[in-house]
């Protein structure tokens, strides 16, 4: 019986322009939230004070934006990374045009941007990945360009 191996992209597989889109999405809930919130020490009263958000200009709790950018990273792990990258080299451009509510679902999709081969790590190459995410109405909530050092074709 043959067997396969969930896995990322071997560098090689990478193509420079494909746009990867990442499903299921992933609907944010307000206790996710509030736990984000804690265990990374950010008591931002916008996150975590419903009554204080109320009378600020969203009129509710904003989504941690770490928190975010963290799903929006981990939604592509399966499709482009799982047991295959060697480490995160750097995140550049990073923003947030629009904010996240308790109950948005943020779908990601990656853009694969460039590659090259590491300089001094023959088996390995770096690829800069765009990621984007949008919430369940299609409204861009999130975007970051990330470089990750990749391993090759064993």
Same mark, same amino acid.
């Given at each position: 019986?043959?067997?396969?191996?969930?896995?990322?992209?071997?560098?090689?597989?990478?193509?420079?322009?494909?746009?990867?889109?990442?499903?299921?999405?992933?609907?944010? @809930?307000? %206790?996710?939230?509030?736990?984000? +919130?804690?265990?990374?020490?950010? *008591?931002?009263? #916008?996150?975590?004070?419903?009554? $204080?958000?109320?009378?600020?200009?969203?009129?509710?709790?904003?989504?941690?934006?770490?928190? @975010?950018? %963290?799903?929006?990273?981990?939604? +592509?792990?399966?499709?482009?990374? *799982?047991?295959? #990258?060697?480490?995160?080299?750097? $995140?550049?451009?990073?923003?947030?045009?629009?904010?996240?509510?308790?109950?948005?679902?943020?779908?990601?999709?990656?853009?694969?941007?460039?590659?090259?081969?590491?300089?001094?790590?023959?088996?390995?190459?770096?690829?800069?990945?765009?990621?984007?995410?949008?919430?369940?109405?299609?409204?861009?909530?999130?975007?970051?360009?990330?470089?990750?050092?990749?391993?090759?074709?064993?």
């Amino acid at each position: 019986m043959k067997e396969v191996v969930q896995r990322g992209l071997w560098y090689e597989e990478f193509e420079t322009g494909v746009i990867y889109r990442h499903r299921p999405g992933r609907t944010m @809930t307000d %206790a996710e939230n509030q736990l984000f +919130s804690a265990i990374t020490m950010n *008591q931002q009263a #916008i996150h975590v004070d419903a009554a $204080f958000a109320a009378g600020q200009e969203f009129g509710r709790p904003l989504i941690n934006s770490m928190f @975010t950018l %963290a799903v929006l990273v981990g939604l +592509s792990v399966n499709q482009l990374t *799982q047991s295959t #990258i060697v480490s995160n080299l750097g $995140f550049s451009e990073v923003a947030f045009p629009a904010p996240m509510f308790a109950g948005d679902t943020l779908y990601a999709e990656t853009a694969m941007l460039s590659k090259r081969d590491s300089k001094s790590r023959p088996q390995q190459g770096i690829v800069i990945l765009e990621h984007t995410g949008r919430n369940q109405d299609g409204t861009l909530v999130a975007r970051a360009v990330r470089a990750a050092l990749m391993h090759k074709l064993p």
